[in-house]
Structures are given as structure tokens and as C-alpha cells.
């Protein structure tokens, strides 16, 4: 009878006073609650709950959405006849024209479909597990040393990338590219890395040796309020260098007659790297490698603090190509 009575009272909560309970905890958490009771799970689904969970900004970053690549609408599609699913009681359009039916659709949306923004040169998306902000710099968003001479680079469309083009290395010894985003822009109290995200055409060369120098840093402001910052760090770009062990095998060749240079057995640098100075596998098919992290905290004083990443290999004197470079993602880091 005990357990009645308590039950009873539990379930006669108020809806909100359940809301802003769920709300001190996490989306996973607030999912899972979605089974104690229909009382939980009407809550937990609420559109309050689920402003709460989103960036106080959303609206002014959805705002700025940009179609992705592909969408072409056709010279018949100008006036389209509205769908059923999206009958305007039960859907929302943002004025970027997004449509979601609640806000934990949109939440999930953001975490599963990153959102192309500011003319389509980067991308916004949420952390699942905590709903903290991610932006990818796409490469046209990157300043890149000859990037405009298309001697040495190529922009192109590629497979797989979302943003509409990226940067093709097509032969230079002096490669440095760097970017940059205003803190104020990112979640408080947080951790972030930034990594490169990236791809090898097939026959790529002059990555294996001397390693690249990557760097992270934040800048401007008055007392920043960012800090933790990586600093600079050596990055092995060579996309098969984690799997050599003593020798390895690599195509060195060496300004215009590199065709005449046959393959050189050379000893690997030392084994003793952390993780992520090599290009690791990501869940889109691209690789990517960590070039540094910092600490966000977001205070009074981010007003004109940004961070700042480059990487750059300017000493082995040797020609590269075949690095496909779509972009540099800052995500927070696991754990976090």
C-alpha cells in the first residue's frame, strides 16, 4: 500500500517541475527516463525540456544555413505541392527553412546531419551525449599557402565531403595552411580539439618524413578567457606510417625528376607517439588527425578571443601531393 501511495505521488508531478528536473541532466539521461512512467515520457519528449538541451543561440546559427551541395532543385520543383508529413500543425519551419516537428527532432537532427552554414564554408553540429557545440572550417574557409595557384592546388567537388568543394594538393615542398574561429561561438566550460580532416589520393607522396608541425592556440581579448591550449606538436601525415615498424618502405622523390628516384629503405622514427599523431579512421570514411586542444571557459572576457590552428611542413625541402584537405573539425574531446 506504501509503495502505492508513493508511486501515486510521484506520478502527480507536474509535467514542468519534471521538465526542469530532466533538464539538469543529459539527453541520454533524458531519453532513458522516457520508461519510468507516461508521466517521464511526456517530459522528457517536451519542447521545453528540449530548449534547454539546445544552444541558447540555435535560431541565430540555423539562420545562417546554407543548402548542402547537392540540392539542385529542378526547374520543375520551383512551386512544390506541401507533403502530408509536413502539415503545418505538427511541423516547424525555422526562416532557413528547416523543418522539425519538435525540438528533439531538431536536437537530433543537428547531432546527425551537420548543418552547412555562412555560404556553405562550415558546419555546425551537437555532441550527442551532451548537446555542446561542433564546427567543421571547411577548406575554402582555410588560408592556404598557394592555395590559389592552381600549379599546386585543385578545387574540386569529392565524394562523400559535405561541404561543396575541397582542396586537392596537386605538388608543392612548402605546404602550411591555417584557420581560425571565435571562441564566443563555442560551448562554455570545455574542452575542445581540433582536428584535421583529411584523405590520400592513390600515389600520394612526401609525407612519410620529416613529420609536419601542427598548432594550436588562442588568442586576443582582454584577460583571455581560453587557455589550456596545446601549443605546437609534431604530426605524421604519411597515412600508413602507424602501421611501420623499424624500416620503412616509402616512394622519396625529389623535385621534377623525382620519377628517376626508386624506392629508399630508410629507419622509421621512433615508435614512442600518442594517439592521433597518425591519421586515424573516421565513421564517414574520411581520416583524420589531431593537430591540437584548448580549453574554452567562456567568460566575460571571450569577447575577441580566437583560436587558432595551422600546420605546416616547410624543412624537408621535398615535394608532396595528393592530400585531399576537406576541412578542420573542433569538436569537444571524449570524455569531456
Not at 555532441?127 to 577548406?139: I, N, P, R, V
Not at 612526401?206 to 609536419?212: E, S
Request: aromatic residues 10%; glycine residues 10%.
Amino acid at each position: 500500500m506504501e509503495k502505492h501511495e508513493n508511486k501515486s505521488d510521484f506520478n502527480s508531478l507536474p509535467e514542468g517541475c519534471i521538465s526542469s528536473i530532466l533538464s539538469l541532466t543529459s539527453p541520454r539521461d533524458a531519453c532513458r527516463s522516457c520508461l519510468v512512467s507516461s508521466v517521464f515520457k511526456s517530459a522528457a519528449e517536451s519542447d521545453a525540456l528540449w530548449d534547454e538541451f539546445l544552444p541558447s543561440d540555435y535560431k541565430d546559427i540555423i539562420g545562417r544555413a546554407s543548402p548542402p551541395p547537392s540540392s539542385s532543385p529542378s526547374p520543375s520543383s520551383s512551386s512544390p505541392s506541401p507533403s502530408p508529413a509536413a502539415d503545418s500543425s505538427t511541423s516547424t519551419a525555422t526562416s532557413s527553412g528547416i523543418n522539425f516537428s519538435s525540438k528533439k527532432e531538431l536536437y537530433y537532427r543537428l547531432c546527425n546531419e551537420p548543418l552547412l552554414i555562412d555560404g556553405g564554408r562550415k558546419s555546425f553540429a551537437l555532441e550527442k551525449s551532451s548537446g555542446k557545440k561542433c564546427f567543421m572550417l571547411g577548406a575554402k574557409e582555410l588560408f592556404i599557402i598557394w592555395g590559389d595557384t592552381p600549379k599546386y592546388w585543385r578545387w574540386t567537388e569529392f565524394p562523400g565531403s559535405r561541404f561543396a568543394e575541397v582542396a586537392e594538393l596537386l605538388s608543392v615542398c612548402w605546404l602550411e595552411f591555417n584557420g581560425k574561429l571565435q571562441t564566443r561561438l563555442l560551448s562554455h566550460k570545455t574542452l575542445y580539439g581540433a582536428y584535421l580532416v583529411l584523405k590520400f589520393v592513390e600515389g600520394a607522396y612526401g609525407f612519410d618524413h620529416p613529420p609536419a608541425e601542427a598548432e594550436v592556440k588562442v588568442v586576443g581579448g582582454a584577460g583571455n578567457s581560453s587557455s589550456g591550449a596545446s601549443g605546437e606538436r609534431p604530426v605524421y601525415l604519411d597515412p600508413d606510417g602507424s602501421r611501420r615498424r623499424q624500416l620503412q618502405v616509402a616512394p622519396h622523390r625529389i623535385g621534377l625528376i623525382r620519377r628517376r628516384f626508386g624506392h629508399i629503405l630508410r629507419p622509421a622514427p621512433s615508435m614512442s607517439r600518442w594517439e592521433g599523431q597518425f591519421p586515424q579512421e573516421r565513421n564517414d570514411g574520411w581520416m583524420e588527425i589531431e593537430m591540437g586542444h584548448f580549453y574554452n571557459d567562456g567568460g566575460e572576457n571571450s569577447e575577441g578571443v580566437e583560436v587558432q590552428m595551422s600546420l605546416r611542413e616547410i624543412k624537408g625541402g621535398h615535394w608532396k601531393s595528393g592530400l585531399i584537405i576537406q576541412g578542420i573539425e573542433i569538436r569537444p574531446k571524449a570524455g569531456n
